[in-house]
Nanobody, 124 residues
Framework: QVQLVESGGGLVQAGGSLRLSCAASGRTFSYYTMGWFRQAPGKEREFVAGITSSGGRRYYSNSVKGRFTISRDNAKNMVTLQMNSLKPEDTAVYYC?????????????????WGQGTQVTVSS
């Protein structure tokens, strides 16, 4: 069982930055692939970024590539999402998720563990 708690959301102007953090419980954090997803009102949950258990591979959606960076610290059981050059269309609830297996990182149903989400609002 893995428990995930996100933090760092808030209101920011377009062009600004935010850093989301996800703290994970459990001693086997380093075994898990981690992902960030987001869901805007009236839209389906979408993949944002993923990082494999060792941190050796990172994946991004086309909409955030070059602006967002996912990283992890296995010693601290933490994964972060640095978001730069934010746009109003980045407004959503952002969720941290974890799973075993380093494949199909962009598929939400592959992730059994989810945090409660943190709101990110980007004003124009």
């Amino acid at each position: 069982q893995v428990q995930l708690v996100e933090s760092g959301g808030g209101l920011v102007q377009a062009g600004g930055s935010l850093r989301l953090s996800c703290a994970a419980s459990g001693r086997t954090f380093s075994y898990y692939t981690m992902g960030w997803f987001r869901q805007a009102p009236g839209k389906e949950r979408e993949f944002v970024a993923g990082i494999t258990s060792s941190g050796g591979r990172r994946y991004y959606s086309n909409s955030v590539k070059g602006r967002f960076t996912i990283s992890r610290d296995n010693a601290k059981n933490m994964v972060t999402l640095q978001m730069n050059s934010l746009k109003p269309e980045d407004t959503a609830v952002y969720y941290c998720a974890s799973r075993s297996g380093d494949y199909n990182l962009d598929v939400a149903v592959e992730y059994p563990y989810w945090g409660q989400g943190t709101q990110v609002t980007v004003s124009s």
